[in-house]
């Protein structure tokens, strides 16, 4: 069977039980050790028999049992880097990207280039904190995380992209003894009760759900983060679209006197908080 029947049959597999083409599609160029433009000249060309029973067994355990193709994989990319993710970690989103876009340029526009400390704080694979070590050598990353297994798979991603940043373990700041210049996280905002879709039930739940309102962890992380921020700073935090105005609420009570600035994603939908102390950030 040629890659294209194949992919062909995925994705009638992939309409008929609502799941994505370019999930599938993910799938079988990363088995076939293709990148997009090879995989695209080879649509004709038959696959490796081998590596189609390979597929069509993974293919069943991505449209029947649910399990993500990043979990069949073993892998994910963010910001053009591959990494590692398992059942331990959630596995990053092309929002979390943009968080990190975010960061990067308000870096550029207020910091001067200078040397900071930054604070990845529930880090999870590491994609926030280990990119922006990777992206700005100026930036001295710590990343943390209150899992252990998670901890595991950041540190071998840092290992293996050859990033520097410091790992600890911690619930929050409880582990944390320094100042940080920069605090980004992007911790969970599932609300408790509200309902995922299967594949995302095959994520870690500790990753996901954030109290009733999905807003807890924003506000401890603000009430806390007073103790850990030097007098120049920003924080940064990924939200659901929903939590806009309850996180507002947080930052003004607990950083009355910041610039609090609220972005919509690609998608146009609210998904982004930065704080600004000190100088940082302005309203215009």
Not at 118 to 139: A, M, P
Not at 159 to 178: M, R, T, V, W
Not at 188 to 211: F, H, M, R
Not at 254 to 278: E, H
């Amino acid at each position: 069977m040629t890659f294209e029947k194949l992919l062909k049959l995925a994705y009638k597999k992939t309409k008929d039980h609502q799941k994505e083409e370019e999930a599938v599609k993910l799938l079988l160029m990363e088995l076939s050790n293709q990148d997009p433009h090879l995989f695209f000249l080879n649509l004709k060309n038959e696959v490796d028999p081998i590596i189609e029973k390979d597929f069509l067994e993974k293919l069943d355990l991505y449209i029947h049992h649910h399990i993500p193709v990043q979990h069949l994989i073993g892998h994910s990319y963010f910001y053009g880097y591959k990494l590692i993710v398992n059942d331990h970690v959630l596995i990053p989103r092309g929002e979390t990207e943009q968080l990190v876009e975010h960061v990067l340029f308000y870096y550029d526009k207020y910091f001067n280039n200078d040397q900071l400390d930054v604070l990845d704080l529930g880090t999870g694979s590491g994609c926030i904190g280990l990119t922006l070590s990777l992206e700005e050598k100026n930036l001295n990353v710590t990343i943390s995380d209150i899992s252990k297994d998670a901890l595991e798979v950041a540190t071998k991603n840092r290992d293996n992209l050859s990033a520097n940043a410091q790992i600890i373990l911690s619930d929050l700041f409880e582990n944390i003894k320094s100042k940080f210049d920069i605090i980004v996280s992007n911790p969970p905002y599932i609300p408790d009760n509200e309902l995922v879709d299967l594949i995302v039930e095959k994520e870690p739940s500790v990753a996901l759900y954030g109290g009733t309102l999905g807003t807890d962890f924003y506000k401890k992380i603000l009430d806390q983060s007073k103790s850990y921020i030097k007098e120049k700073a920003l924080i940064a935090f990924e939200h659901g679209y929903q939590q806009k105005n309850e996180i507002y609420t947080y930052a003004k009570q607990a950083y009355p006197n910041g610039i609090i600035i609220q972005l919509k994603d690609l998608a146009g939908k609210d998904r982004f908080t930065f704080v600004g102390i000190g100088g940082v950030l302005s309203q215009e």
